[in-house]
């Protein structure tokens, strides 16, 4: 049986993670995490390449209380001539699909640092790369 055209997701891979907290954390102080989320993409012969990275801090008064770091690649096989374009996958879908794994990636991690579980809110990335292609024509202007 033939593929279809489109994207096959191939691997997943963690590349990097960092998770810090304070010994003492006052939980009824904290305030709204901050958290900054990057992505990239690259195209290799019939592979398209997802770079995703997470950036989470919790701060009371400037001063850290946890920070999370973590950056995982995803591998997608590129079958035939997609319909999608290959850009809008990079910059949407493609995150879309790794993001989970970070989202339980750093619950984990928080778990296993005995406090609650940090459940990250899902993430528009229609949205996201919207925003990030406005910043890119600013620059270029």
């Given at each position: 049986?033939?593929?279809?055209?489109?994207?096959?997701?191939?691997?997943?891979?963690?590349?990097?993670?960092?998770?810090?907290?304070?010994?003492?954390?006052?939980?009824?102080?904290?305030?709204?995490?901050?958290?900054?989320?990057?992505?990239?993409?690259?195209?290799?012969?019939?592979?398209?390449?997802?770079?995703?990275?997470?950036?989470?801090?919790?701060a009371i008064d400037q001063?850290?209380?946890?920070?999370?770091?973590?950056?995982?690649?995803?591998?997608?096989?590129?079958?035939?001539?997609?319909?999608?374009?290959?850009?809008?996958?990079?910059?949407?879908?493609?995150?879309?699909?790794?993001?989970?794994?970070?989202?339980?990636?750093?619950?984990?991690?928080?778990?296993?640092?005995?406090?609650?579980?940090?459940?990250?809110?899902?993430?528009?990335?229609?949205?996201?790369?919207?925003?990030?292609?406005?910043?890119?024509?600013?620059?270029?202007?």
């Open positions: 049986m033939e593929k279809q055209p489109g994207f096959q997701f191939h691997s997943i891979s963690l590349l990097e993670s960092t998770f810090k907290r304070q010994a003492e954390i006052d939980f009824q102080k904290l305030q709204e995490p901050h958290v900054v989320i990057s992505t990239n993409f690259e195209q290799s012969e019939s592979r398209l390449i997802c770079f995703l990275e997470l950036d989470f801090k919790v001063k850290p209380l946890i920070e999370c770091n973590c950056k995982f690649v995803g591998v997608f096989e590129i079958i035939g001539t997609p319909l999608l374009n290959i850009e809008n996958f990079g910059t949407v879908n493609a995150p879309s699909i790794l993001f989970p794994f970070i989202r339980e990636h750093i619950a984990g991690l928080s778990l296993k640092a005995g406090i609650n579980p940090i459940l990250l809110p899902p993430v528009n990335f229609v949205a996201l790369a919207a925003n990030n292609k406005k910043s890119i024509d600013k620059k270029v202007d």
